[in-house]
């Protein structure tokens, strides 16, 4: 369960940048199944080269940045459809990072990695390293919440609200959308980077699928916590992240095969649906939602009437 947890806090990342196109910008974007194994293959193959792993990292996510602005001009400037755009740009990707790592598979054993000296400590797999991954988690959320309420976040958001308005006011939809398709790909690809570093190899297929998981992870977390605010939907994203590995643990735990993942992925996005227009959730939220002071004040009034 720990290895899980660990695992769901990673994912978060990736559901982050998930949720910067599917809830932000209202867009569909399918390029996370190639930039996740972009991040995985450059900073792989940067590291066996002898590039520090901090390093590494940061030209995954750099990497990521320019797998998204592709799919992002491909849409704005070659008025392809979103779907579409993201389609051809993972496809093109596999064969890139085919010519990356020069072969399906690019292990990391022996190699100095982010985790490496959590591993000789003896700290990973323990309360400490879910500590750290959770507040490394925590400066991925601050870092969104503070863009998204900056003038250049909150044209993003109203993009995604409301395109035809926004542009009355003179901002450009097409840069909005770019640049959230470069930020939401880059976070994609850092988690992608740490995922191969955390497991120790790097596999041209380990992405495929994943915009299932980002999609769980977001729906999930937003099905059982509030959306009201910025911050917690944000926060919500994490938990969901978390609480996803915990389900396909306890999925596996109980007889399920590995082979079935994608099956319980996509059954659980389906349940998280489905959940919110059932009426008896809707007054378990509800009732979770009303204040203690605002109960005790009905009582009161029922009283003296």
Known sequence: MITAVELGLIYAIMALGVYLTFRILDFPDLTVD????????VASVSIVSGVNPWLATALAFIAGLVAGTITGLLH??????????????????????LRIMGKANT??????????????AGLLGTGTSIAILFVLCLVFVAAIVWFLHTEVGMAMRATGDNQEMIRSFGVSTDTQKILGLALSNGLVALSGAVIAQYQGFA???????????????????????TQRYIWLAALAVVFGAVIYRLVIQLALSAGLEVNDMKLISAV?????????????FQKIVKTFKRSPATVTGKEEVRTNA
């Open 34 to 41: 190639g930039s996740f194994t972009t991040g995985a293959s």
């Open 76 to 97: 704005t400037k070659g008025k392809i459809d979103g779907l579409l755009a993201g389609i051809l740009t993972m496809i093109a990707l596999y064969s890139i990072n």
């Open 107 to 120: 292990p990391l054993l022996g190699e100095e990695t982010l985790f490496s000296p959590l591993r000789k």
């Open 203 to 225: 596999d041209v297929g380990m992405g495929i699928g994943l915009i299932l998981i980002g999609l769980a992870s977001v729906i999930v977390g937003q099905a059982i916590f």
């Open 268 to 280: 659980l996005v389906v349940v998280a649906l489905l959940l919110p227009k059932w009426k008896g």
